[in-house]
Nanobody
């Protein structure tokens, strides 16, 4: 059974940076699209960015130009580099791996990012 483990969440000041990591185990990582979602308490989970198996990247408008998603298939790890952080970026961030053709998906447990004003 596959597993995703996120890390890197922390408390930072406005304008600061964080890098989240998502380490996958027991999955064919290179075939999966890696999606980063975030959720604020009381609100729906939203897709922030993703990187496809072919390394195409897509970002929601709210983070475009500030966040960068990347992956290292040799390390079975995906990253979300977050720069110029704002208080509205405060949320629990989740890593989500999807392989549409095989109808497989895995979720991580989430990591808390808090941006103070």
């Amino acid at each position: 059974q596959g597993q995703l483990v996120e890390s890197g969440g922390d408390l930072v000041q406005t304008g600061g940076s964080l890098r989240l990591s998502c380490v996958a185990s027991e999955i064919a990582f290179r075939f999966y699209q890696i999606n980063w979602h975030r959720q604020i308490p009381g609100k729906q989970r939203e897709l922030v960015a993703y990187i496809s198996s072919g390394e195409t990247t897509v970002y929601t408008d709210a983070v475009k130009g500030r966040f960068t998603v990347s992956r290292d298939n040799l390390k079975n790890t995906a990253y979300l580099q977050m720069d110029s952080l704002k208080p509205e970026d405060t949320a629990v961030y989740y890593c989500h791996a999807t392989w549409i053709e095989r109808s497989r998906e895995f979720w991580g447990q989430g990591t808390q990012v808090t941006v103070s004003s």
